[in-house]
């Protein structure tokens, strides 16, 4: 069975600082695609980075970055020099491709970006 | 501007009626997904569609209904035998276009039911 866990449901950090979210997986397949969606206050959900599993060099969007590490099955999400529109609800999710195209869903982290 | 859409923004039924949920996209996408959050929990799975004229449950089908006759609709029915279907609902699309796995998200459906 795929799962996704993420074991913070709240953080907060200051604006300007550094925050990391935690996101571990389970699955048995080797090739597989990682995100990070977050969801503001809105409800739209949005992109905010994706790791391909194939691919060694963690990814990076801007203040967003990954610390991938495939045989921990952790995905873990550093936000840089935060904002306040970075207060939001963040998913881990992940997709396995060629095996019912469903994408599994961690029950959320939700930041605080405090001024 | 390509997207999906879903209407109306909040729904308010009756306990007894089914109520059908809106969902478009013009972004050309195979699949579509229908998920339910819940405050606290994260997005589960209601019905997803790989292509037109298919669909398969997710992990909590019981008490909903989908189809899709066109590429670009995917309407979710929330039928009466939902006994709890007082939630949020998000429409999703994806594409295996270069390999690209990623969902887009329409901006939701609030549905209150007393």
């Known amino acids: 069975a795929q799962t996704v866990t993420q074991s913070q449901p709240e953080m907060s950090v200051q604006e300007a600082e550094t925050v990391t979210l935690s996101c571990t997986y389970d699955?048995?397949?080797?090739?597989?695609?990682l995100f990070w969606y977050k969801q503001p206050p809105s409800r739209q959900m949005i992109l905010v980075i994706r790791?391909?599993?194939?691919?060694?060099q963690n990814a990076t969007e801007n203040r967003f970055s990954v610390n991938f590490q495939k045989a921990a099955k952790s995905f873990s999400l550093k936000i840089s020099d935060s904002q306040l529109g970075d207060t939001a609800m963040y998913f881990c999710?992940?997709?396995?491709?060629?095996?019912?195209?469903?994408?599994?869903f961690g029950t959320g982290t939700s930041l605080t970006v405090i001024p | 501007d390509g997207g999906i859409t879903q209407s109306p923004k909040y729904l308010f039924r009756k306990e007894g009626q089914n109520v059908t949920l809106s969902c478009e996209q013009n972004?050309?996408?195979?699949?579509m997904y229908w998920y339910r959050q819940d405050p606290g929990q994260g997005l589960r799975l209601i019905y997803y569609?790989?292509?037109?004229?298919?669909?398969q449950k997710g992990d909590i089908a019981e008490g909903y209904s989908v189809s899709r006759e066109k590429k670009e609709s995917f309407p979710l029915t929330v039928t009466s035998a939902q006994k709890n279907p007082t939630a949020f609902y998000l429409c999703?699309?994806?594409?295996?276009?270069?390999?690209?796995?990623?969902?887009?998200f329409g901006p939701g459906t609030r549905l209150t039911v007393t």
């Open positions: 972004l050309n996408h195979d699949a």
């Open positions: 790791q391909e599993a194939y691919k060694q």
């Open positions: 569609s790989q292509i037109v004229n298919d669909f």
């Open positions: 999703a699309s994806s594409t295996e276009g270069l390999a690209v796995y990623e969902q887009y």
């Open positions: 999710a992940f997709f396995v491709p060629n095996t019912g195209n469903q994408f599994y």
């Open positions: 699955t048995s397949e080797s090739n597989y695609y």
